[in-house]
């Protein structure tokens, strides 16, 4: 059995979350799943401004990448990335 993520599975949690389910994305962030973190992760960032400040909040609140964080980190970073069309920078990193 496989298990997957496309744009169709980000496109339907997308349609049915709002801002005020965006602290629920976060958590799922946090999922051992890494299909998880990274459809948490790219629907937060088709949200527009709410769902970037949420993800660029957690590159901050992780740090940097570390064993235990790298999928998330990743994931984060990558949905960033693909939401603007470059890198995140993140100020205040490693505090």
């Known amino acids: 059995m496989t298990r997957g993520m496309n744009m169709n599975t980000i ?5 049915e979350a709002g ?3 965006i602290p629920i994305l976060v ?3 946090d999922d051992r799943d890494h299909v998880t ?4 992760a790219q629907t937060l960032a088709r949200m527009g401004d709410p769902g970037l400040r949420a ?8 740090g940097r990448q570390t064993g235990a964080n790298f999928y998330r ?4 970073q990558e949905a960033i990335t693909d ?3 470059r890198e995140p920078v993140v ?5």
Request: hydrophobic share 45%.
């Open 11 to 15: 496109n339907a949690l997308y349609r």
């Open 19 to 21: 801002a005020r389910d």
């Open 27 to 29: 958590q799922m962030l």
């Open 37 to 40: 973190q990274m459809t948490a």
């Open 55 to 62: 993800l660029r909040q957690e590159l901050i609140n992780m």
């Open 73 to 76: 980190y990743d994931a984060v």
């Open 83 to 85: 939401a603007t069309g």
């Open 91 to 95: 100020s205040g990193a490693g505090k």
